[in-house]
């Protein structure tokens, strides 16, 4: 009941932001933690659920950033269908990504994501023609849209805001969906032991799948809305190994395998770097690797993980 | 004719420095089962051991080794003893989280304190390369490709005739009967953690010379040194070497006969291509 | 009536013949006991049959499709459950939801699945433990636990991988009551184990392996006699 009630709440917040504050500067930080929260939801779900730790989970985000970016670019499609194929694209491509990957466990899998992601990285570096290679790809204007009769104002960040307030419930509501249901229970055995889980009658490969394909739709989206929100992108800021490792500390920090974690998680490292960028301009990742260390070393379940439990009503969890 | 064995000159001594860099990473994962992810930060602190050396006592960096490598051992034992030593119980993933986690606290503890501006050391020495039989090798990787070689004997020779050398080949064998022959595991653990971090900074230093330095170079390093680890087979020293070399010449057989672009790409896929279809290596030596 | 049928199954591991040539057939409603030295190859028998590993030949046939290359969730769905021989309980799970997994095999809803669990745990006598984790249990529970998961996906064929390994005879006694039981309810089984007693007592036959190869096959009381069984376990002089 209690969780009820405080999603509820949280929702509550997130709709009234803007009549709270019109300081640009605050909603770019809430438009920060709600785009990591959904990057740390896509992860949680095959990384923290499935127990399947991914290193390369920017190419679905890069996949989704450059489908979209291009559609709208080169073959001036809406880049809010863009934005829903961009996750399509990253769920589609996490199919041949998947059979090839799952065929290794543990650690093994980690490293053939991370690369995959290499690879994907350096071919949208050097295959110009497709994506313009480092020069990357600019948006210089939004189309018009009109909601509700009345235009959107792209300069603001509130379209951008509200925009991720419904892609993060999406993302959100997917999680608590999957942890409710067969297949959430599916993934957890998965992650205790595999070969239990084949023995109990699981068909693994499949349950993997189908967390990897959601897992990647929702990067996928986390990317298109990158793109259009700082309208530029590059292989760089979308494929980079740093992309893909920020994502696992945001679901390992914030709870791995719990649907609120990575909200947490964003908040926390959204937070920190701006601190860090107040003060020294640099060096917020030295906070993010030693808060990765003492949570790994004394609270494994991350931060929500831990807290949930003092919350009324709570009973003892996996 | 000339360019090919030029370029084949040049693979083998980049190669034999990953080789060493990848040979510290595979004892490590032999002995300990687990993946450092912060092994290329190692490396780094290696670099810039001897770029300090070098910028401000005016030491050699071939010579800074002497200072930076036992030094390095001695960091090694520290991370393993203090840190790591808790977190191996909880498994093989949230071991591999713990160091990376520590990867990026070095880089960007580096980043922060010396900038992420791009640093080399100008040797002397280094301007006029060596033309044996017209192929240039600059000096600085000639002495280091002879320091690796020499380093490379004493740690075979460590392996295969000190009693503690042989206590990590058989710790690596099988932890549970080395314990029952009377080995100290958590000793050998740290030892062993010691020696591939060792391996890595006098990687580092040896490299420094002919690099550009920057502390967040252990990120791609790390991820090469995988390649090379998985290619020779996880755990096996040979493997380790002969990978080194391998990816070395496959780096710049690539850069010149393919494309320079994509020669980082064939190192990925025949990554792939590995851990799919040969998972204990090339040479079917390592653990799959 | 035959219900598996096991012909010519082989394992190469590299140089080393784990399982050679292996024929057998199991009747419905038969327990049979499978025993051998250490490293007979018993267990990579089961693996083999339960789609853990791919033979280097022969067929196994299970109500006369050959299941060889299945994998070994497909093969559950068939009709064969395993339990393994060093227990792999779902540990950080409760004991519910261990079963529960293996029950939404055939009842996706899942209060009917907790209500399928909730039954095969009381058949093993662990419906008190039924909320902790698994990792609280003591070996004995968890073997029974290991069980009641095999159980829970309904099974034609229960492959029991020493279950009494480990155990005391006040437990071993209770065990062979147990798969008694679940063989007398319908379910047909093959046993491995090391305790001769329990199996002279339960099995109705017995396949005797040694390095890989089936060295006899007939009823409990006459496995004992014959000279080549004897000398497998206890060499050449005994007999």
Request: glycine share 10%; net charge positive; charged share 15%.
């Given at each position: 009941m209690t969780k009820q009630i405080l999603a509820a709440i949280g929702i509550g917040v997130l709709l009234a932001v803007p009549y709270v504050t019109a300081n640009p500067f605050y909603q770019h930080l809430l438009i920060m933690v709600l785009f990591w929260t959904l990057l740390g939801a896509a992860w949680n779900l095959l990384g923290g659920f499935a127990g399947q730790v991914s290193f390369g989970h920017a190419t679905f985000l890069g996949v989704g950033a450059y489908t979209t970016m291009l559609l709208y670019l080169k073959l001036g499609w809406s880049p809010w269908l863009g934005l829903i194929l961009g996750g399509l694209t990253g769920a589609l491509i996490a199919l041949p990504i998947g059979l090839i990957c799952f065929r290794l466990r543990g650690p093994y899998f980690s490293l053939a994501t991370l690369a995959v992601a290499e690879i994907v990285r350096l071919v949208a570096l050097n295959w110009e023609s497709l994506t313009a290679g480092p020069t990357g790809l600019l948006?210089?204007?939004?189309?018009?849209?009109?909601?509700?009769?009345?235009?959107?104002?792209?300069?603001?960040?509130?379209?951008?805001?509200?925009?991720?307030?419904?892609?993060?419930l999406v993302a959100m509501g997917a999680t608590w969906f999957i942890s409710r249901s067969r297949l959430?229970?599916?993934?957890?055995?998965?992650?205790?032991?595999?070969?239990?889980?084949?023995?109990?009658?699981?068909?693994?490969?499949?349950?993997?799948?189908?967390?990897?394909?959601?897992?990647?739709?929702?990067?996928?989206?986390?990317?298109?809305?990158?793109?259009?929100?700082?309208?530029?992108?590059?292989?760089?800021?979308?494929?980079?190994?740093?992309?893909?490792?920020?994502?696992?500390?945001?679901?390992?920090?914030?709870?791995i395998a719990t649907t609120a974690g990575p909200i947490v998680g964003a908040v926390f490292l959204v937070t920190i770097a701006e601190i860090f960028r107040e003060r020294f301009q640099v060096g917020h990742l030295i906070f993010y690797g030693l808060l990765m260390m003492i949570v790994i070393r004394y609270m494994p379940e991350g931060i929500w993980g831990r807290v949930r439990n003092w919350l009324p009503g709570a009973k003892a969890r996996s | 004719m000339a360019t090919l064995i030029q370029t084949i000159v040049s693979g083998v001594l980049t190669g034999s420095l990953y080789a060493m860099i990848a040979v510290g990473l595979t004892i490590v994962f032999g002995v300990m089962r687990i993946i450092n992810m912060a092994h290329g930060d190692m490396v780094m602190l290696g670099m810039f051991g001897a770029y300090w050396g070098y910028a401000l006592w005016h030491l050699?960096?071939?010579?800074?080794?002497?200072?930076?490598?036992?030094?390095?051992?001695?960091?090694?034992?520290?991370?393993?003893?203090?840190?790591?030593?808790?977190?191996?119980?909880?498994?093989?993933?949230?071991?591999?989280?713990?160091?990376?986690?520590?990867?990026?606290?070095?880089?960007?503890?580096?980043?922060?304190?010396?900038?992420?501006?791009?640093r080399t050391i100008n040797l002397p020495y280094a301007l006029a390369p060596a033309r044996p039989f017209g192929i240039s090798i600059p000096l600085p990787a000639a002495i280091a490709f002879a320091i690796a070689i020499v380093i490379t004997a004493v740690l075979y020779l460590f392996l295969s005739r000190t009693d503690t050398g042989r206590a990590i080949r058989a710790t690596a064998q099988n932890p549970d009967s080395a314990a029952l022959m009377g080995v100290d595991v958590g000793r050998i653990d740290m030892i062993t953690f010691g020696?591939?971090?060792?391996?890595?900074?006098?990687?580092?230093?040896?490299?420094?010379?002919s690099l550009y330095l920057y502390p967040t170079v252990g990120e791609i390093l790390v991820v090469k040194?995988?390649?090379?680890?998985?290619?020779?087979?996880?755990?096996?020293?040979?493997?380790?070497?002969?990978?080194?070399?391998?990816?070395?010449?496959?780096?710049?057989?690539?850069?010149?006969?393919?494309?320079?672009?994509?020669?980082?790409?064939?190192?990925?896929?025949?990554?792939?291509?590995?851990?799919?279809?040969?998972?204990?290596?090339?040479?079917?030596v390592g653990r799959s | 009536m035959t219900l598996l049928r096991v012909a010519h199954l082989t394992k190469d591991f590299g140089g080393l013949r784990a399982v050679s040539d292996l024929s057998f057939d199991l009747a419905e409603g038969e327990l049979l006991g499978l025993i051998g030295p250490n490293?007979?190859?018993?267990?990579?028998?089961?693996?083999?049959?339960?789609?853990?590993?791919?033979?280097?030949?022969?067929?196994?046939?299970?109500?006369?499709?050959?299941?060889?290359?299945?994998?070994?969730?497909?093969?559950?769905?068939?009709?064969?459950?395993?339990?393994?021989?060093?227990?792999?309980?779902?540990?950080?799970?409760?004991?519910?939801?261990?079963?529960?997994?293996?029950?939404?095999?055939?009842?996706?809803?899942?209060?009917?699945?907790?209500?399928?669990?909730?039954?095969?745990?009381?058949?093993?006598?662990?419906?008190?433990?039924?909320?902790?984790?698994?990792?609280?249990?003591?070996?004995?529970?968890?073997?029974?636990?290991?069980?009641?998961?095999?159980?829970?996906?309904?099974?034609?064929?229960?492959?029991?991988?020493?279950?009494?390994g480990g155990l005391n005879p006040a437990e071993i006694d209770h065990a062979c009551e147990l798969v008694r039981r679940i063989r007398d309810a319908g379910v047909t089984v093959i046993l491995i184990e090391h305790h001769m007693k329990a199996i002279m007592r339960i099995a109705d036959r017995v396949i005797v392996l040694h390095h890989g190869v089936k060295i006899a096959d007939a009823a409990p009381s006459e496995i004992v006699r014959q000279p080549e069984v004897i000398r497998a376990y206890l060499g050449e002089r005994a007999v």
């Amino acid at each position: 009941m209690t969780k009820q009630i405080l999603a509820a709440i949280g929702i509550g917040v997130l709709l009234a932001v803007p009549y709270v504050t019109a300081n640009p500067f605050y909603q770019h930080l809430l438009i920060m933690v709600l785009f990591w929260t959904l990057l740390g939801a896509a992860w949680n779900l095959l990384g923290g659920f499935a127990g399947q730790v991914s290193f390369g989970h920017a190419t679905f985000l890069g996949v989704g950033a450059y489908t979209t970016m291009l559609l709208y670019l080169k073959l001036g499609w809406s880049p809010w269908l863009g934005l829903i194929l961009g996750g399509l694209t990253g769920a589609l491509i996490a199919l041949p990504i998947g059979l090839i990957c799952f065929r290794l466990r543990g650690p093994y899998f980690s490293l053939a994501t991370l690369a995959v992601a290499e690879i994907v990285r350096l071919v949208a570096l050097n295959w110009e023609s497709l994506t313009a290679g480092p020069t990357g790809l600019l948006i210089t204007h939004l189309p018009a849209l009109n909601w509700f009769g009345s235009p959107v104002n792209w300069e603001s960040k509130l379209p951008f805001y509200y925009i991720a307030v419904a892609l993060t419930l999406v993302a959100m509501g997917a999680t608590w969906f999957i942890s409710r249901s067969r297949l959430g229970a599916y993934l957890l055995a998965i992650r205790e032991d595999m070969d239990s889980a084949e023995a109990a009658g699981i068909d693994t490969t499949r349950a993997k799948v189908i967390a990897l394909a959601v897992s990647a739709f929702i990067a996928g989206l986390a990317g298109g809305f990158y793109g259009l929100y700082f309208r530029y992108i590059d292989p760089d800021a979308v494929f980079s190994i740093s992309m893909s490792v920020e994502m696992v500390f945001i679901a390992v920090v914030g709870g791995i395998a719990t649907t609120a974690g990575p909200i947490v998680g964003a908040v926390f490292l959204v937070t920190i770097a701006e601190i860090f960028r107040e003060r020294f301009q640099v060096g917020h990742l030295i906070f993010y690797g030693l808060l990765m260390m003492i949570v790994i070393r004394y609270m494994p379940e991350g931060i929500w993980g831990r807290v949930r439990n003092w919350l009324p009503g709570a009973k003892a969890r996996s | 004719m000339a360019t090919l064995i030029q370029t084949i000159v040049s693979g083998v001594l980049t190669g034999s420095l990953y080789a060493m860099i990848a040979v510290g990473l595979t004892i490590v994962f032999g002995v300990m089962r687990i993946i450092n992810m912060a092994h290329g930060d190692m490396v780094m602190l290696g670099m810039f051991g001897a770029y300090w050396g070098y910028a401000l006592w005016h030491l050699d960096p071939f010579v800074s080794a002497l200072l930076w490598v036992p030094l390095m051992f001695v960091f090694g034992m520290g991370v393993q003893r203090l840190l790591l030593r808790k977190i191996l119980p909880s498994g093989e993933l949230n071991t591999l989280l713990y160091t990376a986690g520590l990867s990026l606290l070095i880089a960007n503890l580096a980043l922060f304190f010396w900038t992420g501006d791009y640093r080399t050391i100008n040797l002397p020495y280094a301007l006029a390369p060596a033309r044996p039989f017209g192929i240039s090798i600059p000096l600085p990787a000639a002495i280091a490709f002879a320091i690796a070689i020499v380093i490379t004997a004493v740690l075979y020779l460590f392996l295969s005739r000190t009693d503690t050398g042989r206590a990590i080949r058989a710790t690596a064998q099988n932890p549970d009967s080395a314990a029952l022959m009377g080995v100290d595991v958590g000793r050998i653990d740290m030892i062993t953690f010691g020696l591939g971090t060792a391996l890595a900074g006098a990687a580092g230093v040896l490299l420094a010379p002919s690099l550009y330095l920057y502390p967040t170079v252990g990120e791609i390093l790390v991820v090469k040194c995988f390649v090379i680890v998985v290619l020779g087979g996880l755990g096996s020293v040979p493997g380790a070497i002969a990978g080194g070399v391998l990816l070395g010449l496959v780096e710049s057989l690539g850069a010149v006969y393919v494309s320079v672009p994509y020669k980082d790409t064939i190192g990925f896929v025949l990554f792939l291509l590995v851990l799919l279809f040969r998972p204990a290596g090339l040479f079917g030596v390592g653990r799959s | 009536m035959t219900l598996l049928r096991v012909a010519h199954l082989t394992k190469d591991f590299g140089g080393l013949r784990a399982v050679s040539d292996l024929s057998f057939d199991l009747a419905e409603g038969e327990l049979l006991g499978l025993i051998g030295p250490n490293g007979a190859g018993k267990t990579t028998a089961f693996n083999l049959m339960a789609g853990f590993i791919a033979p280097s030949a022969g067929k196994v046939e299970l109500s006369g499709e050959d299941i060889v290359g299945l994998k070994p969730h497909a093969v559950v769905r068939r009709g064969i459950a395993r339990t393994f021989q060093i227990v792999k309980p779902f540990r950080k799970l409760a004991v519910l939801e261990n079963v529960t997994l293996a029950a939404f095999l055939h009842e996706p809803s899942r209060p009917k699945a907790e209500a399928e669990a909730v039954r095969v745990l009381e058949t093993v006598n662990l419906s008190g433990k039924r909320d902790s984790p698994a990792s609280d249990l003591t070996l004995g529970e968890q073997k029974r636990l290991e069980i009641a998961r095999a159980l829970a996906t309904r099974p034609k064929i229960l492959f029991l991988d020493e279950p009494m390994g480990g155990l005391n005879p006040a437990e071993i006694d209770h065990a062979c009551e147990l798969v008694r039981r679940i063989r007398d309810a319908g379910v047909t089984v093959i046993l491995i184990e090391h305790h001769m007693k329990a199996i002279m007592r339960i099995a109705d036959r017995v396949i005797v392996l040694h390095h890989g190869v089936k060295i006899a096959d007939a009823a409990p009381s006459e496995i004992v006699r014959q000279p080549e069984v004897i000398r497998a376990y206890l060499g050449e002089r005994a007999v």
